[in-house]
């Protein structure tokens, strides 16, 4: 799995991307709506690559966050919506994306969020930490989050969220 904080969706993102080899990219902040957004999933379509995303939210300086997974086109994935309709509230907000996958023979949840700069675990972050619990809650499966927390560690393990998700954190070295 190959994991990137793009910033900002561009050309070099793009061709970086392009030569992955691993199954799933996981794209956090790519501040990209309407047509660029649809531009962005198009190219990766192109370079076969099966989209999962949501799009970036208006903010007073211009758009903020945006996550995106895409996956092998061969390979068996959908978002939760697809695959037992009907069975779990949420399977995206406006923060975080979700697919079903197989890895080894055991069915995860692989999951990109974006964070709000500047607020640590509080305002519209808990509301994106509760709908992600009620997600995993609601499915039961193994997961793995990545994500622009704009958070320390410290501070989401003082936040409980890890707690009530059974979950660690692993940092890059």
Partial sequence: MTVANVTS???KASE????????HLCIVEHHLQGDKHAAMIANMRRMKWRATTTEAITKRAGTSGGTA??????????????WRPGEYKAASGTAWTSISARIRGVQ????TLYLQNGIGIAGSSLTHLDEITRFLQGTGVYFVIVADW???????????YLDIWRASIVTPR
Avoid: G
């Fill in 108 to 111: 995860i949840a692989i999951i």
């Fill in 69 to 82: 997974i895409f996956s092998k086109a061969h390979l068996v994935v959908c978002p939760w919506h697809h």
């Fill in 9 to 11: 969706w561009s050309a």
């Fill in 16 to 23: 970086y991307l392009s030569d992955a080899t691993d199954h």
């Fill in 150 to 160: 704009n958070a320390t560690p410290e501070e989401l393990l003082s936040s409980h």
